[in-house]
């Protein structure tokens, strides 16, 4: 696991800038619930949104700042900046249902 | 870790205490809040708990140099520095100053979704970083239980704010955590489970449409502490707590004796007036010239050079001095010279406690050494009797303790007992004058006297009280076999008594003359009688010597005839006229 911020973009299939998916990952530390949360939010996105995404992860115990914008009170948080609305997700995303409830992907099935 | 100011730190067995810097609140927790731990403020909507949050931070700020952080989970940093503007604390200047951060803290349940496992060390590094950032030593959580609105799972919620409260202890941060008044509970989620160091409630009741709001202190581990409800208030320069039980029985004690402004009453007064610092009742029935008497106590510490602060729950200012002046009694120069300030106040127009609290304050920033309150009565309107009596010992406590003499004017409704309506305030106060109405004679009169004077050798005596256009005279009250006369009663009886010893002096004369005549009388009769005596005295001595001429020219002639007789009476003649020329002498 990173605690730098990571920029993942997959190339195929090309999307517009648009259609861009912006997830930030709110994390402390390397704690098993971050990892965990790391892992199942990639799974997912690799499923749903194959190239059309971008994590950003962000460690606050580094970044302490950083946790007033989004509002960030627990951790592990993912937050949708892109597309708007902006919708947040909290846990360890082990519930995939409610991932993708969340992230508002379930219309896309 | 550093107690700026912490009172209790004399004692080695006490708590260290942080000092909150309001008003009372540290004279009933004994020195403020335990340092370095979580208090719980609680109460219900409206009673002023992010007030006391938000005082608690900016005085450990601005007296204290204690920096602090306030977390806010209902109010933005922007609405929050409006709301405590209006107390008039600078948030803003303090946070530019680095001595205060605020961190709002929202979460909209509607826009999160819970996925697994998760906890709450976003917020643990939030308050961590404001912590750090400024080297806080005061935290404010307002108020927790939003949290338990925004966040769905409550198992975790729990778990973590345990972990909150153990945190903020081994940060070493004196944290005040504010919570919504339960139903059964003192919190709506039970976080007093967690706070366990100090709880403090706070409440805000309606009575009689007037609203109070109090304070108590549920708990405090390890202290000892005031465990009363104390009423409190917020004023323009935040709350203040008034904590009857912090003042005690032990002010100083003046042998002083300041003048009254009446001489007579002073002389009733065991001939000096009342003592300084003392407290005194003057009660009566409507229009006996209770204001006329302590206006002329005011105008007599006035011209002491001593400032007289009055406050009027009846009469405005102006109304005061008008009226006043009418018995020629100037008042108006006393208030330009600065000697005298009027304070004047509708007693409906706010609660007991917020009555008294601007007394506090208008002595606190006038600094009397008089003070008069006409009426006290009226504030009896605005409270409970049980209120009324305990704010009148505060106050009483209060100016006794900075040596401030007091004046309570009391209005009685006529045809109650004097005595016992005002029995529960008078034992509260050192003298008690009494104005009374006496009729009779198609008249009212006024009479005032003297039921209590501790400490000093008072009259006994009922004087009638008169008015006039010099001011205030008293007069001895005529008191005789048909009772007590006054007015008009009383001239009448003073001119029937003139009557009488003008009679009782004529009388007199008429008797002194009539003796001078009679003895005039007795001396020509005595004369009379000793020229009879002398006259007869004078018959005597001729008679007698007629007599003696008569027996010695009888003798003479008996011895001329024994002679001729017998030789032998010779002798018995001659022992027989020897005394006869004795007889003459």
């Known amino acids: ?35 965990t949360a790391f892992s199942n939010l990639k799974k997912i996105c690799e499923k749903q949104l194959k190239g059309c995404y971008r994590i950003t992860v962000i460690d606050l115990v580094k970044h302490p700042h950083l946790a007033k914008g989004d509002q960030i009170l627990a951790i592990p948080t993912v937050v949708r900046k892109l597309p708007k609305p902006v919708r947040t997700i909290i846990g360890n995303l082990s519930d995939t249902e409610h991932v993708l409830v969340g992230l508002d992907l379930c219309a896309a099935d | 870790m550093k107690n700026n100011g912490s009172k209790s730190t004399s004692s080695a067995t006490s708590l260290p205490k942080c000092p909150t810097g309001i008003q009372g609140l540290d004279e009933i927790t004994g020195g403020g809040l335990p340092l370095g731990r979580p208090t719980l403020v609680c109460g219900g909507a409206g009673c002023g708990k992010t007030l006391l949050a938000a005082e608690f931070l900016v005085r450990g700020a601005m007296q204290f140099g204690e920096p602090g952080v306030f977390m806010a989970f209902e109010e933005t940093e922007a609405e929050l520095k409006a709301n405590v503007a209006s107390l008039g604390f600078d948030l803003a200047g303090l946070v530019r100053r680095k001595k205060l951060m605020l961190d709002y803290v929202h979460i909209e349940r509607s826009e999160i979704q819970e996925s697994g ?72 989620h039970g976080l007093e489970e967690y706070v366990s160091d100090c709880v403090i409630l706070l409440d805000h009741r ?26 409190f208030l917020i004023g323009d320069d935040g709350i203040s707590v008034l904590p009857i039980t912090s003042l005690g029985l032990n002010h100083k004690i003046s042998g002083e004796r300041i003048a009254t402004g009446i001489p007579r009453l002073d002389a009733m007064l065991g001939g ?74 509708r007693p409906s127009l706010y609660g007991l406690e917020m009555h008294l609290a601007t007394m ?77 109405d006496v009729e009779g004679n198609g008249e009212r009169n006024r009479v005032l ?35 007590v006369l006054t007015g008009s009663a009383r001239v009448a009886q003073g001119a029937l008594e003139k009557a009488v010893v003008l009679a009782n002096q ?78 003459k002498i």
């Open chain 2, 206 to 231: 309606v009575t009689d449409q007037i609203a109070t709001r109090n304070l108590r202190v549920v708990k405090y581990r390890g202290t000892l502490h005031g465990t009363n409800e104390f009423p």
């Open chain 2, 117 to 188: 496992e998760y906890d709450l060390e976003g917020l643990f590094v939030r308050l961590n970083h404001a912590i750090d950032s400024i080297g806080a030593k005061r935290v404010v959580l307002d108020s927790l239980e939003a949290l338990f609105a925004s966040l769905p799972n409550e198992a975790i919620l729990r778990a973590e704010l345990r972990r909150l409260f153990r945190w903020l202890k081994d940060k070493g941060v004196t944290a005040v955590i504010t919570a919504e008044r339960g139903r059964e509970q003192l919190t709506r």
């Open chain 2, 272 to 345: 000096r007036g009342f003592f300084r610092g003392s407290s005194i009742l003057l009660t009566g029935t409507p229009g006996t010239g209770k204001t006329i008497v302590a206006a002329n106590f005011a105008q007599a510490a006035c011209r002491r050079g001593e400032r007289t602060l009055f406050f009027s729950f009846e009469e405005s200012p102006n109304q005061i001095i008008r009226n006043m002046h009418s018995i020629g009694l100037r008042l108006e120069p006393l208030v330009k010279r600065g000697l005298l300030r009027f304070h004047a106040a």
């Open chain 2, 506 to 583: 004529q009388e007199a004369a008429t008797l002194k003359r009539e003796v001078e005549r009679k003895r005039g009388a007795l001396e020509q009769k005595i004369s009379g009688l000793r020229s009879d005596y002398e006259t007869e005295a004078a018959e005597l001595r001729r008679i007698a010597e007629q007599v003696g001429t008569r027996t010695f020219v009888l003798g003479t002639e008996r011895t001329a005839s024994g002679i001729l007789r017998q030789a032998d009476i010779k002798v018995a003649a001659s022992t027989q006229s020897k005394p006869k020329p004795g007889r």
């Open chain 1, 1 to 35: 696991m990173k605690t730098k911020p990571v920029k993942r973009r997959v190339a195929a299939p090309p999307c517009r800038p648009a259609k861009l998916w912006q997830l930030r990952l709110y994390v402390t530390d390397s704690t098993p619930k971050s990892l």
């Open chain 2, 360 to 436: 506090f304050k208008e002595i606190a920033e006038f600094q009397p050494r008089v003070v008069i309150i006409d009426p006290i009565t009226s504030l009896m309107d605005a409270g409970t009797s049980s209120e009324c009596r305990g704010m009148v010992t505060r106050l009483v406590d209060y100016l006794k303790a900075g040596q401030v003499t007091t004046l309570f004017t009391s209005l009685t409704q006529s045809g109650h007992a004097l005595q016992q309506s005002e029995a529960a305030m008078s034992s509260l106060m050192d003298s008690w004058l009494l104005l009374q």
């Open chain 2, 449 to 483: 006297y003297v039921l209590k004077a501790r400490g000093m050798a008072h009259s006994n005596q009922i004087r009638e009280f008169l008015i006039s256009d010099h001011g205030i005279d008293l007069v001895d009250a005529y008191i005789g076999a048909s009772g």
